[in-house]
């Protein structure tokens, strides 16, 4: 998606839109006799802890099962971002576009999978027998055949989400006495439910909380610094791995976290607007998850809050990409990265020590590979990728040290950009860019 930068750019627009209109959802026979999930019938009670049968292929006893479902192969499909985008006419549309996708869905499903209408345009799908990663997996693969059944071939069209649900035990109740398939539908409804209201009331808690400080990046081969990375107040030090276990952006949902990321960016873009420095304005560096940005909807969202900040973002902001995975393609991060590309000076990708997949960004305006924290015994390591990000061009970000040993390490790999409280203490507002003394 392409977000417009004129007329304040507060607008959004695509290249890859399809105008559809409201008879095409029309055509064909009517689905409404298609059940979206098996039908609901009383089952035999075998006895295998307090489970009913329908709960056997996820676990042996009923707290096996009930643990099973809860940590992973719950998947949720949504159509937010087909809301969004056909919004004016998603009245016209919606019930047509729901009715098709459960009767897909639902034609999709194992045998023992169970299928869970949820509000308006999502959809939980549990799978029997399946890992965290093979649920997500082959709910990917529903969401992508349901994209062409909707709406055709689209170029680089990814208008549904794919997100686990992250339920807890509690969120569950009277599911040992359910005895039909009708039961357990409506008891994972209500939970799913139970969970996002919880998660909403959490979000909302945590926002009230949400401040920006920010933190030089010392650029010492230059001995300047004009590069500030922003951080969020509200956290114990930098963002490390030594979260509290109450940090929202650590424990709770994808939704969660990406909500919290969207927070961030529109706290950071109320600092901007007060900032109040003449002349030459230093860069940021703000942090979000590749996952965020790799969900369609709030990617979406995400590149229409960098619509609305001032122009200076544009040609003075950095977003760094936290937590980028190994083996993603070429293809898939030119998706991602081009629906932000105008609105941001361009991207850092914050990695693991291990990762090597510098062939799918290098024609990407990807400029830094940055690095947070780690361990003495990691030096080894910290000086391979960095030496291999040096060889393809690109520049090398140190964050988080908190000891001499790391900071000396860090002069001594000649990092282009270093941080953390080694360095100083993290301040409200950023500074007018500077050169450091000579010794």
Same mark, same amino acid.
């Not at 549309?93 to 729901?98: L, T």
């Not at 960004?361 to 990728?385: C, K, M, T």
């Given at each position: 998606m392409v977000v417009a930068k004129d007329m304040g750019r507060a607008?959004?627009?695509?290249e890859d839109t399809a105008q559809i209109s409201p008879d095409f959802y029309n055509q064909g026979r009517r689905t409404g006799d298609v059940k979206p999930y098996p039908a609901a019938r009383e089952v035999k009670h075998y006895e295998i802890g307090e489970a009913t049968s329908f709960l056997r292929p996820f676990g042996k006893t009923y707290r096996e099962a009930l643990e099973n479902l809860v940590?992973?192969?719950?998947?949720?499909?949504?159509?937010?971002?087909?809301?969004?985008r056909y919004k004016e006419r998603w009245g016209e549309?919606?019930?047509?576009?729901?009715e098709i996708a459960e009767s897909y869905i639902g034609r999709k499903l194992g045998r023992h999978d169970i299928f869970v209408p949820l509000d308006d345009g999502h959809f939980a799908l549990l799978f029997a027998n399946a890992s965290r990663q093979e649920a997500l997996q082959r709910s990917r693969a529903i969401a992508n055949d349901l994209v062409n059944k909707l709406?055709?071939?689209?170029?680089?069209?990814?208008?549904?989400?794919?997100? @686990? %649900?992250?339920?807890?035990? /509690? +969120?569950?109740e009277g599911l040992d006495k359910i005895r039909s398939l009708e039961g357990l539908v409506s008891c994972f409804h209500t939970a799913i439910l139970r969970a996002q209201e919880r998660e909403t009331r959490e979000v909302k808690l945590r926002e009230a909380d949400v401040g920006i400080r920010f933190r030089p990046l010392i650029n010492r081969r230059k001995r300047f610094v004009g590069l500030y990375e922003a951080l969020d107040?509200?956290?114990?030090?930098?963002? @490390? %791995?030594?979260?509290?276990? /109450? +940090?929202l952006r650590q424990s709770g949902s994808h939704r969660t976290r990406a909500e919290l990321d969207c927070v961030i960016l529109t706290e950071l873009g109320n600092i901007i607007e007060k900032l109040d420095i003449q002349g030459r304005r230093p860069a940021l560096l703000l942090p979000v998850r590749f996952e965020t940005?790799?969900?369609?909807?709030?990617?979406s969202k995400y590149a229409r809050l960098l619509a609305t900040l001032p122009n200076y973002t544009d040609r003075h902001l950095i977003l760094n990409v936290q937590d980028v995975p190994d083996g993603v393609p070429n293809s898939r991060y030119r998706q991602i990265l081009g629906a932000l590309r105008q609105l941001v000076l361009g991207f850092a990708f914050e990695v693991d020590i291990r990762w090597k997949d510098f062939a799918a960004?290098?024609?990407?305006?990807?400029?830094?590979?940055?690095?947070?924290?780690?361990?003495?015994?990691?030096?080894?390591?910290?000086?391979?990728?960095f030496t291999a990000a040096k060889e393809q061009g690109l520049k090398c970000i140190w964050r988080s040290l908190d000891n001499d040993e790391l900071a000396r390490a860090a002069f001594k790999m000649q990092v282009d950009y270093v941080s953390g409280p080694i360095f100083g203490s993290a301040q409200n507002a950023p500074a007018k860019p500077f050169s450091l003394p000579e010794k």
């Open positions: 607008d959004s627009g695509s940590t992973g192969s719950i998947q949720i499909i949504g159509l937010d971002e087909v809301k969004t549309i919606r019930e047509n576009i729901v709406f055709g071939e689209l170029p680089g069209g990814e208008l549904i989400s794919v997100e @686990a %649900a992250m339920l807890t035990i /509690e +969120d569950f107040a509200s956290r114990e030090g930098d963002i @490390a %791995a030594t979260a509290m276990p /109450e +940090d940005l790799a969900n369609s909807y709030f990617r960004i290098n024609d990407l305006p990807v400029f830094a590979i940055s690095l947070v924290g780690h361990e003495r015994l990691d030096l080894g390591q910290i000086s391979a990728l």
